[in-house]
């Protein structure tokens, strides 16, 4: 009997070798063609803001280091939740990435039901930088300083407005604690964007903004608008005649916009490590980081673990805030 059970099994043997070693380029293919098509970048406000800004700024040189085109798709709606939540539903393969922000770890305190969780549904790649918000002002109007402002909200029978992007985004959030620290009477005029707001506030139709740097510097330049102060607690080194909001009576006012790379929760490691990867060495290159600059942004390249626990750590941070200010999605 074992004599014929013998080449029953070596035959076996052979046939399993052979399934093993087609397989194995299976395998190996598997694991190494990625990328085979174009890589999408959704970013959740409209064109020409700050996000949208800094997204298309680093797609260019990661698809130059992946050998693949990168696109960024423009998906505006509910301070970006609109866009973060079609990429946490997308297939985590690598192919579609978010542009996530500061709006996002603030969302999950301000919107009573998200159609998706900020920290549990995302696979952080890596942090693109972060820029002060800068409050401007529609230069018409007769403010040059912080206490101009404050009179000029005070002395106006209906107070004094404020655009954002949208209902808790950083930029709507540095106004509400300004409103709150200077007791004023401050309305808030949210938009689908900050490139709409900036539109409304050259035109005069609202006074005043809270902006991230990147959207406000080229209208602070050519004279459009007037800067008043920055939130962040420096200085900036593109703007060093403009206060600090601190330094203007309101200690400890400090706000920082900050911007970076998601994937869908469940995207291999080895995907996620490649695309850190390129989006360091983009930030890296000397024309990146000297075009950041020219934005007000400061470039934080960094591990994926490292902002996971920012993005934790800003989560706790802007719930206290929209507690204490009362701020609701409108």
């Known amino acids: 009997m074992s ?32 990328p085979t098509k174009p890589i999408k970048i ?34 505006p709606g509910a301070n970006s ?33 998200l159609g998706y969780d900020p920290i549990k549904d995302f696979e952080p790649i890596g942090m693109i930088a972060k820029i002060p918000n800068i409050l401007v002002v529609y230069p018409n109007l007769p403010i040059k300083t912080v206490a101009d402002y404050v009179r000029y909200a005070k ?24 409103k709150m620290q200077s007791k004023i009477q401050m309305l808030h005029v949210p938009y689908r964007g900050s490139a709409p707001a900036v539109t409304d506030l050259l035109g005069g139709q609202v006074d005043s903004m809270f902006d991230n ?6 209208h602070i330049q050519s004279g459009k608008l007037r800067a008043i102060a ?10 060093p005649e403009v206060p600090t909001l601190a330094e203007s009576g309101y200690p400890n006012f400090d706000v920082q916009s900050w911007f970076a790379l998601v994937a869908p929760a469940g995207t291999p490691r080895t995907i996620i490590e490649q695309l850190n990867a390129a989006l360091n060495k983009a930030l890296n290159t000397p024309d990146v980081r000297v ?40």
């Open 3 to 34: 004599l014929h059970a013998t080449p029953k099994r070596g035959l076996f043997t052979i046939f399993a070798s052979l399934l093993c070693s087609m397989a194995m380029p299976l395998m190996a293919q598997s694991n190494t063609a990625w």
């Open 42 to 75: 959704v970013v959740g406000y409209s064109a020409g803001g700050a996000t949208d800004i800094l997204a298309r700024l680093v797609a260019v040189k990661m698809g130059n280091q992946l050998g693949q085109t990168f696109i960024v798709e423009n998906r």
């Open 81 to 113: 939740n609109v866009g973060a939540e079609l990429v946490s539903h997308a297939p985590p393969d690598g192919y579609t990435l978010y542009a996530f922000s500061i709006a996002n770890t603030i969302n999950t305190s301000l919107y009573p039901k």
């Open 155 to 178: 002395e106006s029978k209906n107070g004094i407005t404020f655009a954002s992007s949208g209902s808790g985004s950083s930029i709507h959030l540095s106004g509400e604690m300004f």
């Open 213 to 218: 740097a990147p959207s406000a510097l080229p």
């Open 230 to 239: 920055v939130t962040s607690a420096q200085r900036s080194p593109f703007l």
């Open 291 to 330: 075009r950041l600059q020219e934005l007000g942004a400061n470039p934080d390249p960094g591990s994926p673990e490292k902002m996971r626990d920012f993005a934790i750590a800003e989560v706790k941070r802007w719930r206290e805030v929209v507690k204490a200010s009362g701020a609701k999605a409108e």
